[in-house]
C-alpha cells in the first residue's frame, strides 16, 4: 500500500507499472473485489462525466441561486469564431470544466472529484483532451485512477475539504490530479506525473475558500475553469523536463500546514474574501430572501 | 488513512451542487433510514453549523429527505424529495439549530413511526464522507462505507466474546468494532464494521445470544 507520492513512483517505476495499475492493484486488495468490478464501477464514473460536460456544453443550464449557468456555451460559441488567444485544448478542456460545475451547481448528475465543488477540473481537462489525443475508453479509465491515485495521497495526508483546508483543498487537489493524470495520458513517466502534480499544486497554495453565500458556485466554477488551465501548462512543463524543486509530498505537506493555519473566515464559512465583498453580500441577501425551493 | 478507496476520491455519482452538504446528507438520512428498518410517519430534521446556513441553496434538505426515503446520492429523485415524501405520508420538520457542534456540517435526525423511534447524529467530513457519530444516546464513529452490525445489548461480562464467536463460526471478519455504553451495567452498543454482507440466520443468531436486547444490519 503507498502511504505518499515517493512510495507511489517507487511501486510504479520498480515494477514497472503505470500508476492507474498500482491503484487498481491496491483497489483489489484493499476491497477484496475483483478488478474487472472496479474497472467496470470506473468506466460508470466516466460516462457520468461525459454526460454531465455533454449536457453542460449544448444546455443552458441553470443553478437555482441563479448564481451559475451558461458561461460554458459562450466559451463554445467563442471558440467557433476562431479568434482566441490561448490554445483550443486548453479552452476546450476549460469550458468542459464549467460546463460541469454549472451542471453541478444546477443539481445535476455529477461524479465528485475529489468532491462536487471541485468536479470540474479531472473531466474538463481529459474531455477538453479528445481531439488532440484520442484516447481509448481505456485509457481514459487509467487516467481516472491516476488521477484518483494522486487524490487518494492528498486526502489520506493532507485534506480535499475546503471547510478543513480552504479551496486549495479542493479545486487545489482536483488541478494537481488532472496534471498528474493528462502526464500519463500523454505519455509521460510516473515520476513526470509527479512533477506535474507539484507544478501544479504549488500554484493553488493559499487559495481561499470563499463562497458566496456559502454555495459552491460563486467564485468555484471559475476557480475550476482555471484549475483546468493550469493543469494543462503544469503537464506540459513536466513533459518538458522541469521539476519541482519542492518534492511532490512536501508541496501536499505545505498545503495541509496551510490550511491548518487558514482562518476560519477563508475556510467555507461565507464570512471572508469574496462572500464578504459588498457585491457578495448582496447577492447573499438577494438568494436568502427568496425560496431556493423548488417544491415549496 | 481515513480514505481507504479510490471510489472515495472519483466518486460518489451524484446529484450537485455539494459533496458535503448534498451527497454527504443524503448518505446520512439513508443510514438513519436503514438503521430504523422501516419508512417513518415523521421524520424531525435539525441542521447545525454550515448545514443550517445554506441548506437551501445546497439542497440539504431534499438531500436528507431523499435519504430517508432510501434514495441513493445519485437517485435523480433526490430533488422531488419533499413531494415525493408528501404523497407518501411522510411528515418532515426541519429546525435550525444554533448551537455549536464539533464539525460545521452536523445534522440530527429523529425517524418516528408509532412507538418506535430512533435518533442519529451524522457529520459529512468531505468528499460524500460521512461518519455516524451519535445513536440514540450513544457516542459512536461510523462511517457507513462498510457494512455494519449493531447491537444493543445489557453490559455484562461475555456478550462481546459471545458475538465474536458468532462472527468468527461464519467466518465474517471484523474490520473495525466499538462498544460504549451509558452507564456501567446498563444498556450498552457494540458497533461493528465487517468487511462482507452478512444474511439473516447470522443476526437470527446473534439475537438469540443471552443479554441482547436487539440487532441491525447495515449494508453498503
Known sequence: MFRNVAELIELAESESKTIANVMIEQEVEVTGRPRELIIKQM??????????????????????????????????????????????????????????????????????????????????VLFGMVNKLQPTEEQMVDYLFTAGAFGFVVANNASISGAAGGCQAEVGSATGMAAAALVQLAGGTPSQSAEAMAIALKNMLGLVCDPVAGLVEVPCVKRNAIGASIAIVAADMALAGITSRIPCDEVIDAMYKIGQTMPEALRETAQGGLAATPTGRELEAKIFGMSLNKNE | MKYRTVFDIIGPVMIGPSSSHTAGAARIGRVARTLFGQQPDYADIYFYGSFAKTYKGHGTDVAIVGGILDFDTSDKRITNSLEIAKQNGLGIDFHEEEAITDHPNTAKVVLRKGEDRIELVGISVGGGKIEITELNGFQLRLSGNHPAILVVHNDRYGVIAGVSNVLAKHEVNIGHMEVSRKEKGQEALMVIEVDQNVDQPLIKELEALANITKVTKIHD
Open chain 1, 43 to 124: 468506466k460508470n464514473n466516466l460516462k457520468v462525466m461525459k454526460e454531465a460536460v455533454e449536457r453542460g456544453i449544448s444546455e443552458r443550464v441553470q443553478s437555482v441561486s441563479g448564481l451559475t449557468g451558461g458561461d460554458a456555451i459562450l466559451l463554445q460559441e467563442y471558440m467557433k469564431k476562431g479568434q482566441f488567444l490561448s490554445s483550443e485544448t486548453v479552452l476546450d478542456a476549460v469550458s468542459k470544466a464549467v460546463a460541469t460545475n454549472e451542471v453541478n451547481a444546477a443539481m445535476g448528475t455529477i461524479c465528485a472529484t475529489p468532491t462536487a465543488g471541485s468536479a470540474g477540473v479531472v473531466p474538463g
